[in-house]
């Protein structure tokens, strides 16, 4: 028995991708424009806390960011 595959596009679900260019390095979304470009300077006594601060920030930035302000051009 042969299975067929259904034709309708698949959702699918924006992600945390790094990014680097000329004037930019680091954290932006899979599916638009949005970059993460830290507030402050992150939080912590340690680096591991640092690192947690930042990462916290990013999470929470990119889990909020509406892509529809943040499309991408079309040239």
Avoid: D
Wanted: charged share 25%; with cysteine.
């Amino acid at each position: 028995m042969v299975a067929l595959l259904s034709c309708k596009p698949v959702a699918t679900h924006a992600g945390l991708v790094w990014v680097k260019r000329k004037r930019f390095m680091g954290w932006a979304c899979s599916k638009c424009a949005w970059e993460f470009n830290p507030s402050r300077i992150p939080a912590g006594n340690t680096l591991a806390q640092i690192r947690e601060s930042y990462e916290r920030e990013c999470n929470a930035e990119f889990e909020s960011h509406v892509r529809a302000k943040h499309s991408k051009c079309k040239s």
